[in-house]
């Protein structure tokens, strides 16, 4: 604080009167002086961290010689290239428009400040028509990158390719379709760098010849309300297509990554959702996947937590495995949680548990507990091989619908048709619900439990966080309701909640009421 003296003014009008108030008025002047400049130096000390933010717009109606406002927009690609963003600044590209090429960000934003591509106007969101382009997208050795409401499609390989370390990136209500191999691809690099803190939500991966999304060594990561459709539909591009799903996500430095609320379905060749020799802590949650090879598959990976999913109509709903192998492809599936999911009307296996190559030590200590597991067409509901029979798994209160011929697979080729030899193998009660879970419009895809079902209150309470359960009003992907199991839990994926009895007591007359 700065301090000053007031100088006493006199009492008698005169000469030392006027003197003195001349040399006060003097020290306030000089007073005021300091302040400004003090002012003006922390203003300048400032200057660097503040943030003037630019949007700048584009459009087919534009020209690369205009400044980038929405009255006088920008053309191209080439031009928002090539500009120097900074930290806050977003580009605009309109709706409707069609932007052949391929947009590369040259710089990053920063944490509160991230720059932003998207839309503006009114229609069709924009399209990055990247024909004759490697990637429609492509992000390098980048951060904190928003990408929202567009649309990229025909790249000769990826929509969106995000090469090298990347670091807080989020897509937003995106469609990649149409590509020539992967929607969506966030690449490690051949195993050495690192994806940190991706968020994919809202967003289409259709029709790609190869994944919808292929994110590899992600940590830290969001892939919430997404559909992913129609890919993995060759066989001929290599790896990419061999080893296909809707959404994978590989290697073991995937650590720690939530994907919840998504639909993927008709993925002809590959996994709705793939986990692949990944790290400790993935969740995999709340997910609607059918009409794929395998339904959720949990592949060389320990520690995931599978719960609240529906998986149908695929020609495996859930599959669980390890094995010896040779690396990288080799590693245990231990320890992962496998509880309340819908399992239902699959082909060959319901839920699929087993040492890949039958060495034994490589898928133990797994928990399979309050799912429903039933109606599988043509193989077992369960089925737990190659060496993992022998090996420490829990299972206990699903339901496997009614008892059945060839219900149950423990061990390669030994077939069990009853709960009792079921649970001779396991060696004490499975809990199991032995009655048909019913559902309240199974053919329509209404998994919902019905009034009366045998899964209602039948399931084992768990505890947080898995004490959440799909409402039957949810709707894939943008409409997932969940509530609470409360004390009684239900089997499967959905909660059942009961109506309130109807209120059969005649009303009372308001109390000083007096009727004439």
């Known amino acids: 604080m700065v301090g000053f003296e007031r100088e006493p003014i006199s009492r008698n009008v005169g000469a030392s009167s006027a003197i003195s108030l001349s040399a006060s008025a003097v020290n306030y002047k000089q007073l005021t002086v300091k302040i400004g400049s003090l002012l003006l130096f922390t203003l300048i000390l400032l200057l660097p961290a503040l943030s003037f933010s630019a949007t700048y717009y584009v459009s087919n109606g534009g020209d690369d010689s205009n400044a980038g406002t929405q009255a006088l927009p920008w053309e191209t690609l080439h031009k928002v290239n090539a500009t120097n963003l900074t930290p806050g600044d977003q580009v605009l590209f309109q709706r409707g428009g069609v932007f052949p090429g391929s947009l590369q960000p040259a710089t990053s934003g920063t944490k509160g400040n991230p720059i932003a591509y998207g839309a503006y106007g009114s229609g069709n969101r924009p399209t990055l028509d990247a024909t004759g382009q490697y990637a429609g997208i492509g992000v390098r050795n980048k951060g904190y990158l928003e990408f929202r409401d567009l649309e990229v499609r025909n790249a000769t390989a990826q929509g969106f390719f995000s090469l090298d370390s990347n670091n807080n990136i989020t897509i937003n209500r995106v469609r990649a379709g149409n590509n020539g191999l992967n929607g969506i691809n966030a690449s490690d690099g051949g195993g050495s760098l690192i994806n940190n803190t991706f968020i994919i939500k809202n967003t289409e991966a259709d029709h ?81 996947t059918h009409h794929n090879v395998v339904g959720i598959y949990n592949e060389i990976t320990s520690g995931s937590e599978i719960y609240g999913n529906l998986s149908y109509e695929n020609a495996t709903g859930i599959w669980l495995s390890g094995r010896q192998g040779e690396a990288p492809y080799n590693g245990p599936a231990i320890g992962n949680k496998v509880y309340n999911n819908t399992v239902y009307h699959n082909g060959s296996w319901g839920i699929l548990l087993q040492n890949d190559d039958g060495i034994t030590g490589n898928c133990h200590d797994n928990a399979i507990m309050n799912n429903i597991v039933a109606a599988t067409t043509s193989g077992p509901n369960l089925r737990i091989g190659g060496g993992a029979e022998t090996e420490p798994n829990s299972i206990d209160h699903n339901a496997f619908g009614p008892e059945s011929a060839n219900m149950f697979e423990i061990g390669w080729g030994a077939y069990r048709s009853t709960y009792a030899s079921l649970e001779q193998w396991y060696g004490k009660s499975t809990n199991s619900i032995k009655s048909d879970p019913t559902f309240m419009n199974a053919t329509g895809g209404d998994f919902a439990l019905s009034p009366g079902s045998a899964g209602i209150d039948g399931g084992l309470n768990l505890g947080a966080p898995y004490n959440m359960g799909l409402s039957a009003t949810s709707v894939w992907p943008s409409g997932v309701v969940l509530i609470d199991r409360g004390a009684a839990w239900d089997i499967g994926a959905y909660e059942y909640v009961r109506s309130a009895p109807p209120d059969t007591t005649s009303p009372s007359a308001p109390r000083g009421l007096v009727i004439k």
Do not use: H, P
Not at 231 to 246: E, F, L, P, R, Y
């Open 208 to 288: 790609n010849t190869a994944m919808g999304m292929a994110l590899s060594s992600l940590t830290n990561s969001l892939i919430q309300g997404n559909t992913a459709t129609y890919n993995c539909q060759s066989m001929a591009c290599g790896d990419a297509c061999t080893w296909c799903g809707g959404i994978r996500m590989t290697n073991t430095t995937s650590i720690g990554n939530i994907v919840e609320n998504n639909e993927t379905s008709y993925n002809t060749y590959g996994a709705g959702i793939w986990v692949d020799f990944n790290g400790q802590g993935e969740i995999v949650r709340y997910n609607k």
